[in-house]
Structures are given as structure tokens and as C-alpha cells.
């Protein structure tokens, strides 16, 4: 039985600047006598050379635009074109649906005029699209992707799926409400060695979700410090990528020169600016500070065991001496009872 893994993607370039901004032009390329093409977007009355699209629209409203294929091989080249959902990847890529599954709000929106397409050998086709929001769609943000696919069958009866396509950034209008949560922090302290003059290393990690219904590019503060904040070390910046609503990543921190002073409490702080479309309406809207916090044992153990050596060390050598002091006291007990007993 052949297996079909529809799911595998050999070529997936949905090109991004940071995460979220997809190349002008994606290629697909394989063996010079393989296919070869690739996808933009169409230069239309929505702008030209732009690097994905991007649209802002009301609920119910209507947007027509074009994706542009070109096949950059000898042969006629036929391709599926659709539409489909995005979702961030555990790494904080983007990533699309697979073909097949289902998708919901702007995969689901977006219907691709003429699928299948053929392109002819060294020659671009023009695929319009419309993208249409429901009426009773939620004002916020959402992501998607206009993508071109081929499907071929390899040696060993494996289905290929290769796909090239150009990201969709959808604003629906109306209030948005920016929030982010962090929870499952965790943090680990690490002893510098046997010197307790050295400090040691803590490791911080925590989750970050888009709880909110907006686009967040945000910044965050890590720090780790002792008891009633004692010895905190300098904030610490972890690189998080942009967010869309629902998405969670984990990330971790090191930080060096933490002090062991018994308890180590790691403070985490996430704030953030929602991420302008053309013609913005970011600097309106105040995304809230979500922070959170977790502590774990710092106890400089060496330093410790250490102390507690010395101290018996101490308590030896002065119960040594008051033993030997008390032994000396009665030999010259004893010395003067035989005098007396000889006298």
C-alpha cells in the first residue's frame, strides 16, 4: 500500500522577515530538469512590490486581489491555489495548515478564482482571490496564507506536497484587546563551585500566550535576585518573535552572577506594542505588562558544609582541650591523694 503523507512539506518557503513579513518573490527549485517556480503578490490597486498582503476590513466586508505564479521551468506547470490558516510553530514560525485540514477564518474566507492553474513554460499567470469576512466575524487580527501547490509521487510511492506561497495578514475592525499571560516559570540555580566568593548560574523558563485578539511584537525583562530582591542581577532580554492571537512559545534564560542566598526568585515581565498595519492604528492601543514569577533553593551548600566543618572542627578542639585539662586535674588529684596516703 502506498502511504500519502499529505502532511510532508519537501518545500514550504513562505519567506519570512523576523516571522511575520514573507518575501517579495518565493522560489521553488529543485534539479534543473525538475519543476521550478515561484509566487508574489500581484501588483494591484492594494499596492505593488509588497512583500505579503495585507488587509484591513470590517466585518462582512470584501477585499479582491491576485497572486502572481511563475513557472521557471521548460514544461507547462499545473498547481493548486487556496487559501489556509496560520499558526505559529513551537519555535515561533509561522507556519500553514496542511492541505486537507480544516481551516477556519481566513483559509476558510478566502476562495482562489480558476484552481488548478497552468502556467506555461517561462511565463506568469495572474490567480485572483477574494477574501470574504462574515459578518458576525470578531473584530482582531488573523493570519493566513495564499499558497501554490504541487503534489508528486517519489520512488518509494510517497505523496509530496510542495508549496509556495505568500502570508495574509487580516485586521478585522473594532475594538482590539491586546493581552498576554505568562505562566510556567520555572527556574534553576546552578553553584558556581567551591569559592564563596563566586557566584553561580540561574535558568529561567517560562511560556508567553497571545491571549488577546491583536498582533503583539513584544519585550520582555527577566531577572533573578534573593530574598526582598537582594543581589538581582541584571535584566536579561530573550529574543520572542511577534504573536499572533492564540500562540504560545516557551523560551529560556541563563543568567549569569546569581548570588546564593538561599532562595532565588525569578522575575519574569512581558509587555509589548501591537504590530501596525498600513496606515496604523498601533500607537492607540496600550498593551498590558503580564508578569509572573517562581523561586527555587539558591543555597550555597559547599559554603555551608564548609561552615559547618569549621564549626566542628572548633567544637572538637575545645572539647580536646577541656578533656585534657580535666585529665591533668586528676593526675595531680591523684599525685596528692598518694602524698597524703605516704605522708
Do not use: C
Amino acid at each position: 500500500m502506498r502511504v500519502v503523507l499529505r502532511a510532508l512539506i519537501l518545500t514550504l518557503t513562505l519567506v519570512l522577515a523576523g516571522i511575520f513579513a514573507f518575501a517579495p518573490r518565493a522560489d521553488a527549485a529543485t534539479d534543473p530538469q525538475q519543476v521550478s517556480w515561484g509566487v508574489r503578490p500581484a501588483n494591484t490597486v492594494h499596492g505593488t512590490d509588497r512583500p505579503n498582503f495585507a488587509y484591513r476590513l470590517p466585518p462582512g466586508g470584501t477585499v479582491q486581489d491576485a497572486i502572481v505564479v511563475t513557472n521557471r521551468g521548460g514544461e507547462p506547470l499545473s498547481l493548486d491555489v487556496y487559501a489556509a490558516d496560520g499558526f505559529l510553530t513551537s519555535d515561533g514560525t509561522l507556519d500553514l495548515v496542511a492541505a486537507g485540514e480544516q481551516s477556519e477564518a481566513v483559509g476558510a474566507w478566502t476562495v482562489a478564482a480558476g484552481s488548478p492553474v497552468t502556467v506555461p513554460p517561462n511565463e506568469s499567470v495572474e490567480v485572483p482571490f477574494t477574501l470574504t469576512v462574515p459578518a458576525d466575524a470578531q473584530p482582531g487580527d488573523y493570519a493566513g496564507g495564499v499558497v501554490s501547490t504541487l503534489r508528486v509521487e517519489n520512488a518509494e510511492g510517497v505523496t509530496v506536497d510542495r508549496r509556495l506561497g505568500s502570508r495574509v495578514h487580516l485586521r478585522v475592525t473594532g475594538d482590539l484587546t491586546p493581552a498576554l499571560t505568562v505562566d510556567d516559570v520555572q527556574v534553576q540555580y546552578l553553584s558556581a563551585g567551591a569559592n564563596p566568593l563566586t557566584p553561580g548560574t540561574a535558568t529561567v523558563s517560562f511560556a508567553v500566550t497571545n491571549t488577546g485578539n491583536a498582533r503583539i511584537a513584544p519585550g520582555e525583562t527577566v531577572t533573578v535576585g534573593g530574598p526582598f530582591g537582594w543581589g538581582s542581577t541584571p535584566a536579561a532580554q530573550v529574543d520572542l518573535p511577534e504573536l499572533i492571537p492564540g500562540a504560545t512559545v516557551q523560551r529560556t534564560a541563563t543568567l549569569e552572577d546569581v548570588w546564593p542566598l538561599v532562595l532565588a526568585t525569578a522575575e519574569i515581565s512581558v509587555g509589548g506594542t501591537v504590530v501596525a498595519l498600513p496606515g496604523g492604528d498601533a500607537e492607540r492601543v496600550a498593551v498590558p505588562t503580564a508578569s509572573a514569577s517562581a523561586n527555587a533553593w539558591a543555597v550555597p551548600w559547599t559554603q555551608i558544609a564548609g561552615l559547618l566543618l569549621l564549626v566542628a572542627l572548633i567544637v572538637w578542639r575545645a572539647g580536646a582541650g577541656r578533656r585534657r585539662k580535666a585529665a591533668q586535674q586528676r593526675a595531680v588529684d591523684a599525685a596528692v591523694a598518694d602524698a597524703l596516703r605516704t605522708a
